[in-house]
C-alpha cells in the first residue's frame, strides 16, 4: 500500500523559517515531489528529490531520507503569498507511475 | 510554451446527468492524468492515458472514463452524476509516462452537482 502523511495546518509569521514534514510509504520508490497549491488553483511543481540530502532553489529547500521514507521542504524569508497546501507526492515509476497526494499541509504565513 | 489548457473552467449539472470535461496538455507530452480534489479526500487519482492507452487507474467506479486522441488531448466523461461528484477535477501533463517525469498541472475543472 502507499501511506503519505503530513501536519494537516501549520502557522508560521511573515520572515519567518518554516520546515513542513513529510513521511512516506510506497512500493517501488522512484523519488519525491513536491508540490504548492494556493486556493481554488491548481498544485505547481516546486522540487523533486532522488537522492538523499537537501536541494536549495531560492527560499525553498527540499530534503530527502531515502532509508527513513522522510522529507521536508523549508521555506525561509517567509512571505504572505506563501499561504498555501503543500504536497508531496512520492513518485513509484514504471507501471505505477502515477502521483499519489495525500491531503497536504495548509500553511497560513501571518503578518 | 502554453501551459495545460482546461474546458470548462465551471460547470453546473444535476444528479443523473453526464459531463465531459477536455484536457489539452502541453505540446510535446504524452501523458495526461487526471485528479479528483475534494475538501474531505484531498487529490486522488483518476486515471492516466500515454498514447492513447490507459496505462493506470485509480479506484473510481466505472461510471468515471476517459480517452486520449492521437494529439495527446484527453477527455475524461462522468455519467449518472451524484452528489458526491462534485469537485475540482484537475489533469497533468507530462513528457513522458507518469512516473517518469514531471507532471504539470492544468487549472482544472469546478464541477458543481445539484
Known amino acids: 500500500g502507499q501511506n503519505i502523511d503530513q501536519p494537516t495546518e501549520m502557522t508560521a509569521t511573515e520572515g519567518a523559517i518554516v520546515q513542513i514534514n513529510c513521511t512516506y510509504q510506497?512500493?517501488?520508490?522512484?523519488?519525491l515531489f513536491w508540490y504548492q497549491q494556493h486556493a481554488g488553483e491548481a498544485p505547481t511543481f516546486l522540487s523533486y528529490n532522488v537522492l538523499d540530502g537537501l536541494e536549495e532553489k531560492g527560499r525553498f529547500s527540499s530534503f530527502l531520507s531515502r532509508s527513513k521514507g522522510y522529507s521536508y521542504l523549508l521555506l525561509k524569508e517567509l512571505q504572505m503569498k506563501d499561504s498555501a497546501s503543500y504536497l508531496c507526492?512520492?513518485?513509484?515509476?514504471?507501471?505505477?507511475?502515477?502521483?499519489?497526494f495525500g491531503k497536504g499541509t495548509k500553511l497560513s504565513v501571518k503578518p | 510554451k502554453a501551459g495545460v489548457t482546461q474546458t470548462p473552467r465551471y460547470l453546473i449539472k444535476t444528479r443523473g446527468q453526464q459531463v465531459t470535461l477536455s484536457c489539452s496538455p502541453i505540446s510535446g507530452h504524452r501523458s495526461v492524468s487526471w485528479y479528483q480534489q475534494t475538501p474531505g479526500q484531498g487529490l486522488q487519482f483518476l486515471f492516466e492515458y500515454f498514447s492513447e492507452t490507459q496505462r493506470n487507474k485509480g479506484n473510481f467506479p466505472g461510471r468515471f472514463s476517459g480517452r486520449q486522441f492521437s494529439n495527446s488531448r484527453s477527455e475524461m466523461n462522468v455519467s449518472t452524476l451524484e452528489l458526491g461528484d462534485s469537485a475540482l477535477y484537475l489533469c497533468?501533463?507530462?513528457?513522458?509516462?507518469?512516473?517518469?517525469?514531471?507532471?504539470?498541472f492544468g487549472p482544472g475543472t469546478r464541477l458543481t452537482v445539484l
Open positions: 497533468a501533463s507530462s513528457l513522458r509516462a507518469a512516473g517518469l517525469d514531471t507532471q504539470y
Open positions: 510506497t512500493s517501488g520508490f522512484n523519488g
Open positions: 507526492p512520492p513518485e513509484r515509476g514504471g507501471s505505477q507511475g502515477n502521483l499519489i
